[in-house]
């Protein structure tokens, strides 16, 4: 059963660039599928550590393929948010959402990704 987004949150300093989106699973239950991007000190991270991470609450990559989850594609599909990740592929259901939801998801998207490292596709 594919999780669907309640809700999204944005925050956005000098130092980090963080989108959360809040995921019911119809049971009741929410966990948290982040993209966070750390701005502040990444110019001294090795290159394969750089870029936005994916993290979903509950899941256990374990340590070294927690830091190195870094988004690969971000994929629009109707109300279907596809993504690929290192170590991963995440499939939600935006459909509640409202079209100022996705302003803000596509706002932190060209944010997060100001230098190319993932790519970003509407079907």
Do not use: W
């Not at 990559?61 to 994929?75: D, P, V």
Request: aromatic share 10%; proline share 2%.
């Amino acid at each position: 059963m594919m999780d669907t987004v309640c809700f999204i949150n944005l925050e956005e300093t000098d130092k980090d660039l963080i989108l959360s989106f809040a995921l019911g699973d119809g049971d009741g239950f929410v966990r948290s599928l982040i993209l966070h991007r750390a701005l502040f000190f990444e110019g001294v991270l090795p290159e394969e550590e750089r870029g936005t991470k994916v993290s979903l609450e509950g899941e256990d990559l374990g340590y070294e393929k927690e830091h190195l989850n870094t988004l690969q594609e971000f994929q629009f599909d109707g109300d279907i948010l596809r993504m690929k990740s290192r170590f991963g592929l995440y499939e939600i259901n935006a459909g509640k959402l409202d079209p100022e939801d996705f302003k803000v998801i596509k706002k932190a998207l060209k944010r997060q990704n100001h230098d190319a490292r993932f790519q970003v596709r509407f079907t």
